[in-house]
């Protein structure tokens, strides 16, 4: 099928969270897939956005975990369309932490990112065409 021409997005703070004890792992850092369930829920928060409606994931690829998460981190999801089909559409999240906690006090890096599917579907959890939105 023919994709439709989108504007290029610029990229959107879609989560802001705080890493809390109960999110470890047994080597006391965050666990990588509390972390995964943060850009699932991010990318989907923005994928409703663009689409108008709900969608479900499909896919979640090249997740690269390049800097561990501590406790006390605070996580910013942002996320950016790549790709908008007929009923898909393709963000890409990338999870940044900022130091609160632990050394050095506000400095900022990049954690992890990921790139994920998501299909626009109706009621009835059918695929559903991804209207033309001037949106964002």
Known sequence: MKEKI?????????????SMPYHTNANGKIFGG??????????AILAKEITGGNVVTVKISKVIFLKP??????IHCYAQPVKIGNSSITI????????????PIG????????????????????????PLLSIL
């Not at 998460?69 to 605070?74: F, K, R, T």
């Not at 890409?92 to 050394?103: G, L, R, T």
């Not at 994920?116 to 009835?124: D, F, G, K, L, R």
Request: overall charge positive.
């Open 69 to 74: 998460i501590e406790v006390g981190d605070l």
């Open 34 to 43: 509390w972390i995964v369930s943060k850009i699932d829920i991010g990318g």
């Open 92 to 103: 890409k999240v990338k999870v940044w932490i900022k130091k609160i906690c632990n050394p």
């Open 107 to 130: 400095k900022y890096y990049l954690s992890t990112k990921a790139t994920i599917v998501y299909v626009a579907i109706n009621n009835q959890g059918k695929p559903r065409t991804i």
């Open 6 to 18: 989108y504007k290029i997005f610029n990229t959107t703070l879609v989560l802001k969270t705080l």
